[in-house]
């Protein structure tokens, strides 16, 4: 191999351990990153581009021994600043974007983990099966992304989290070591199953290079899809058990809005219009899919039907076309209109079910005594106890945001609630992880932390709050 | 409190430390364990009896602190001598049995480890819910023990595996940290997933104490069963894509006996008999649970009565009572009709289906040309890729046990499969891990074991191979 000349750095003090990925790893692996971040505070040392699992494993042996940092990168389409990698370096996964299989018999994909979430799914369905996971962000987070958080989404009610859907994975640990489990197989219990160490723990104990993902039949085109305006939240809850009886099996999302958030999204300049002539307390997209959509559709009809009769919901409309789908889709995602009220702060929490309604008392409550304009706006997959609560507008006042912090974890603390149900902890809710998790789960994060990256190496300082 | 008489005990060198445990624990606590084992070589030093997760604690605490060994024990339904405590003590759950709390409404269960599995699944119907988990011991293994082994059993291709259905967990680490983690959210992203170290590693890394699992919408009675005969492997697995098409989500059961199987439970003595007028290859017991079982009964008998057309599959019954249903169940569940041969041998691997055909061909093959008599006898959960396979009659001569070890687990290994689908490693399998796992896990696994349990006091000898 011939010596490269010296790259030009903007971190003169690290200009020998990039020298030497560079030469290692070839032209265009090893790129300024500074353009690739917000603030220049945030750059990161350089961005590494891999192109295959041994230059992952090489990247990190090299930084390992020479105590630099590193940080993977997906899509960076997290929320909790889990990607940030100022003084390390970024390893991003790309150019490692290859499906490399789908196995349309067995059912499994396997995939390199920079391959973007929505590339894997038409793949998917180009070959008569879905890949359940779907995503706001599906155009640009990335396999490998969503399998470090653990990614949730819209199915998670039928399919579960991204942890179920991936048979296999292969990682690299900070050391070096290459961990190859491309398991493709449903039943495996020989040992550990060490995939799920690596699954949500936001590439703090190794970087995901590959992965065997789970595909399912297709619906064959059978989707249901209805919007329900509903008078309380216990009828909601009601409406949720009902639903889940008749459709066992096929339904795939039971989203609420609450009606702030309804009205947000409804009303100019947003594009959606609300299809009800009064207004409602919350408002429910339910979808089923399977092979035979007409007889949900049909099931689903005589289940609104009857729920109209006895009051436990006020209005409901069955989508007809694929066009009124998308309509009640894109209410439900247009989560961008909150912006009108000025500075927003997002939330991503989990309650049991019967927690809900006192929690968005408490919380409106103690907005209230601080601030007179300030509410919370609330949507989420209610079906698996997941609310977004977004509070706006922040006021300008120094520590509003801290205070917000505390009003919106203290309720969830008193309920047994999670503090991310499904955005991970990152370096943003670092701080509050000991309210959802007890002294001792901490102390074995630390633990498990420092049996596979001793040097706190990988994504150091996320998700582990300092000892 | 007042000091116990010292018990007496078999083995006197351990007589201090089952003084101090007797003392701290109470009379009943500690109690000889010759008695509970079928060999007397296989007895523990005594057998521990917590009623509570503090007293687990104080025992393993005591025991690693005084380098003593400890086996935790379930139901002991296990099949790889993963309960063998020979030389440790015994820690039983059995008195830690009880369903602390039934969540209608969020459904859930909160059970501590010693419950048997029937009593939680009868607690779930009596609340009008399922849970999910269903196997042939479901009369003495606990969930503490299905929970460590990560259990399968008649319904993984619609409910996934135990490790689907626990939400959350209480562990106890060698050393006596108590981590709760009795997570009862569906989403919860904060952090590790520690619970996950402690599902299916065998009670190497922790005691399982205490669990949160997750319950299921009940059928409501609608359970379809149908058994179908089939004349080529090709069109069983064909058989599998259009079922899961048609019952899309109401699919629990695809279970397929080969003919030689299904010969021998259906004629005498056993009390199974087939509905055949004559013999087929393969034999398929198909069930489906939802709300509108009559609904599911008319889909499946279309879709069979087109399969006779295409003469994909030969010839099939459905079900039309619970007696007939338990029949077809009863058959399938008829094990112990192998023993009839002589000496048997039990295997439990997985395989890509599309590899099933070539492996039982292959290991037929390699039988009859070390012994004339010697066969396999397979049946399993075909939907899960996953096959039973008993090898019988096992010749007498020595080394035949081993040289039919080889012989499936290479066929298995050639084949990309697992040594063990369900079972687990235990004793049993320790040999052969290294077949279906790479030299990086097992050093992985054994990075693991040190961090968690540096003095090895849980479990030793199971699972990972001496180093």
């Known amino acids: 191999m011939s010596a490269s000349p010296p790259i030009e750095v903007a971190f003169p003090e690290h200009a020998r351990l990039l020298e030497a990925l560079t030469e290692a790893l070839g032209p265009g692996a090893v790129v300024d990153g500074r353009e690739r971040v917000n603030s220049p505070d945030d750059a990161p040392i350089a961005v590494l581009r891999p192109s295959d699992t041994a230059e992952v494993a090489l990247i990190l042996r090299t930084a390992d021994e020479a105590g630099a940092k590193v ?95 991936v048979l296999g994975l292969e990682a690299v640990l900070a050391d070096g070591t290459v961990v190859t489990s491309l398991n493709r197989l449903i039943k495996n219990n020989t040992g550990y199953d060490l995939k799920q160490l690596f699954i949500g723990s936001e590439g703090t104990l190794g970087v995901v290079t590959r992965a065997v993902l789970h595909l399912r039949p297709g619906a064959g085109g059978g989707v249901t899809t209805a919007l329900v305006a509903v008078p309380t939240l216990m009828d909601v809850t009601t409406l949720l058990r009902r639903v889940e009886g008749t459709l066992s099996g096929h339904l795939s999302a039971f989203e609420v809005m609450w009606d702030d958030y309804f009205q947000l999204v409804t009303t100019e300049p947003a594009r959606g219009r609300s299809p009800w002539d009064q207004s409602h307390a919350y408002h429910v997209l339910i979808e089923a899919m399977s092979s035979d959509g007409a007889q949900d559709a049909e099931r689903l009809e005589n289940l609104l039907g009857d729920a109209m009769e006895s009051r436990e919901i006020a209005d409901a409309v069955i989508a007809k076309s694929q066009v009124e789908r ?26 049991p079910i019967s927690e809900m309604e006192g929690f968005v008392a408490e919380v409106r409550k103690a907005l209230a005594a601080c601030w007179s304009q300030t509410k919370p706006i609330i949507f989420g997959h209610l079906g698996d106890g997941n609310l977004h609560v977004i509070v706006a507008p922040v006021p300008a006042e120094p520590r509003a945001r801290a205070r917000i912090e505390d009003i919106v974890y203290s309720a969830v603390r008193e309920r047994d609630g999670s503090i991310s149900a499904e955005h991970g902890i990152g370096l943003e809710k670092k701080a509050y992880l000991s309210w959802s998790r007890s002294p001792e789960e901490v102390a074995l994060m630390r633990r498990l932390k420092v049996a596979l990256d001793p040097r706190n190496t990988l994504n150091p300082g996320k998700v582990i709050p300092d000892a």
């Open 71 to 165: 940080v993977p990168w997906g899509g960076r389409t997290g929320l909790v600043r889990g990607t940030m990698a100022r003084g390390a370096l970024a390893l991003s996964m790309e150019r490692m974007n290859r499906i490399e299989e789908i196995d349309v018999l067995g059912q499994t994909m396997t995939v390199q983990a920079g391959c973007v979430l929505e590339t894997a799914t038409e793949a998917a369905e180009a070959a008569g099966l879905i890949l359940p996971l779907d995503l706001g962000s599906r155009g640009s987070a990335t396999i490998g992304g969503a399998i470090s958080t653990n990614a949730g989404g819209n199915r998670v009610i039928r399919y579960g989290m991204t942890r179920n859907m």
């Open 326 to 351: 998308d309509a009640f889709w894109a209410m439900r995602d247009d989560v961008r209109q909150v912006a009108r009220f000025g500075p927003i702060m997002s939330f991503d929490v989990s309650l």
